[in-house]
């Protein structure tokens, strides 16, 4: 009477049942994929607010009110100027603290001004690129991580069967399925990292074009202003 062999072939059995480093393979890649999934949330909220934060300082800077009085209510409140106000406000007070030095030359005060609002820039600039080339290169990177999880499962696989006198599908099957595994949780790693790059680097494209923008047309009112 023949027995049936019952081969588990869910995930979990074959992850199970993986060689040690195809085991630390899809180990690197679940932790990599966690921290990628973490990122993507933390600048999904960071370049909403950033957006959102251009959006009312724009609003607040083209009604045309005193400079004066928006200068003042950025440096009055609790929280720290970001984004576009913290580019107006480092400008606007170099522009300030030059003006009141006598016999000063508009274009020098001009380029500090310039110089001011060019360094809060970058700063923001470093902060909303934070995170981004670790998305890229989780992208990048985990398909071939997860390839070498497969041909060292499939080389184990084939390692197997040579101590087998005729080799069967049942026998075969296993060793690959649980060496395919890692390339699925590279793909899986990698695809969600690289659509969020794509999309946080265009967001921030735009935000950067709006600061230049910004920049540029604050700089011409303060010359008229000077």
Do not use: C
């Not at 003042?72 to 007070?93: N, P, Y």
């Not at 794509?198 to 735009?206: H, K, L, P, Y």
């Amino acid at each position: 009477m023949a027995v049936a062999v019952d081969n588990d072939m869910s995930i979990f059995s074959l992850v199970a049942g993986a060689s040690l480093p195809v085991q630390l393979v899809l180990l690197v890649l679940i932790i990599t994929s966690l921290f990628s999934w973490w990122y993507i949330f933390i600048k999904l909220a960071t370049i909403k607010r950033a957006e959102a934060s251009a959006d009312d300082f724009e609003n607040a800077f083209w009604t045309g009110g005193d400079l004066n009085k928006l200068f003042e209510g950025l440096t009055a409140g609790r929280r720290k100027a970001q984004g576009m106000a913290s580019i107006f406000e480092a400008g606007f007070k170099e522009y300030a603290r030059h003006k009141q030095q006598p016999r000063m030359e508009i274009s020098d005060v001009m380029e500090g001004s310039r110089r001011a609002m060019r360094a809060a820039y970058n700063r923001e600039l470093d902060d909303l690129d934070a995170h981004l080339p670790f998305l890229a290169s989780v992208g990048s990177v985990s398909p071939y991580i997860g390839l070498f999880g497969t041909v060292w499962g499939i080389m184990n696989a084939f390692r197997g069967l040579s101590n087998v006198a005729q080799a069967t599908l049942s026998q075969v099957a296993p060793g690959i399925a649980e060496a395919l595994v890692a390339t699925a949780i590279g793909l899986f790693a990698a695809i969600p990292a690289v659509i969020a790059y794509n999309r946080f680097a265009s967001s921030v494209d735009r935000l950067s074009v709006r600061y230049e923008s910004f920049m540029e047309e604050f700089t011409n009112i303060l010359q008229r202003k000077s």
